[in-house]
């Protein structure tokens, strides 16, 4: 499977997620820049985190309205997989690719630590190579990470699986509401998580919990596992 | 050239943790009474052209563009 990453001024995960994809997938992915209008042919991309225009104005706001994302829009109504991690996940909400917002951490600090997630929907597309229920350890490293939707919304998404991975008890370290710590649309091909799975896949990292969302994405499950 | 001041807020309902620190803070300075502080932003805007309605409607795209997230915010338009 081929994949590629997006870079904008001021994302500075993108090495991260590179390291990632290319260890997962054997191949490197190609990398797309913000005014490009035309993407290769991938079944994947990926938007990393870092702090896009400085996080002016609101956090992903700016690089949201970016030619790139018009050109990941019609991938992404194609059927081809988007994936937005952390900043990555806050320009996809700013685009209006996924439901909801991330406001402020409601410690008002920012969290670097590792958290735990609970796996609620493990028959989306990303994370069929975990059990439904299964805890697994993710790195967090936000100071607006705080996931917000409206009564009406939160009940669509959660009736509707789209709530992909939870904060488990007692570790949500931003105060997002439902303990919410990724989400998917509709049709289950977009998804965004304030966590970094990128930086637990191997034994240098002290653990590869993360391993098996890019192995689901890049449909190398047998061989990660 | 017609001035304006957009006024973004939040939504009613919505958490605003940085409106309840500078409660908080406010309240330790001894200020007394403060029902409720919600934190927002304002945009003060120049246009180069002369007809107000054309103005007014092309901030009120820009609020919906970009200024505001319509998810969290509401805004609203002033114009000099």
Redesign the interface.
């Known amino acids: 499977m081929k994949s590629a990453v997006v870079q904008l001024p001021g994302l500075n995960r993108d090495r991260d997620m590179i390291a990632a994809l290319t260890l997962i997938s054997g191949k490197a992915p190609v990398t797309v820049w913000q005014t490009d209008t035309q993407i290769p042919d991938v079944d994947l991309i990926v938007i990393p985190g870092g702090f896009s225009y400085g996080d002016y104005?609101?956090c992903g706001?700016?690089a949201a309205?970016m030619p790139v994302m018009q050109a990941i829009r019609e991938k992404a109504e194609a059927g081809v997989k988007v994936l937005g991690v952390c900043n990555g996940f806050q320009i996809l909400?700013?685009a209006g690719m996924l439901p909801?917002?991330l406001?402020?951490?409601?410690?008002?600090r920012f969290v670097c630590k590792e958290v735990k997630l609970e796996v609620v929907n493990a028959e989306t597309s990303f994370t069929r190579a975990y059990d439904k229920g299964q805890i697994i350890r993710c790195p967090v490293a936000h100071h607006d990470g705080?996931y917000?939707?409206?009564t009406e919304t939160l009940k669509t998404i959660e009736g509707e699986g789209q709530v992909v991975f939870r904060y488990a008890a007692g570790t949500n370290p931003n105060?997002s509401i439902n303990d919410i710590a990724a989400v998917t649309n509709r049709a289950g091909n977009v998804l965004g998580m304030m966590p970094h799975p990128e930086n637990l896949i191997e034994a240098a990292h002290g653990g590869s919990d993360g391993r098996g969302l890019f192995a689901s994405a890049l449909d190398v499950i047998a061989a990660a596992a | 050239m017609i001035k304006a001041r957009v006024t973004v807020t939040l939504k009613n309902g919505v958490l605003d943790p940085q409106g309840k620190a500078i409660e908080g803070a406010l309240g330790a300075l001894g200020f007394e009474g403060i029902g409720q502080v919600r934190q927002g932003k304002v945009f003060d805007l120049a246009v180069d052209t002369a007809d107000r309605a054309k103005a007014e409607a092309d901030i009120k795209a820009m609020c919906e563009k970009l200024l505001a997230n319509t998810v969290i915010e509401n805004y609203s338009i002033a114009l000099a």
Do not use: C, H, K, P
């Open positions: 104005l609101r706001a700016i309205r909400l700013e909801g917002a406001m402020r951490n409601a410690s008002l705080n917000f939707a409206d105060g």
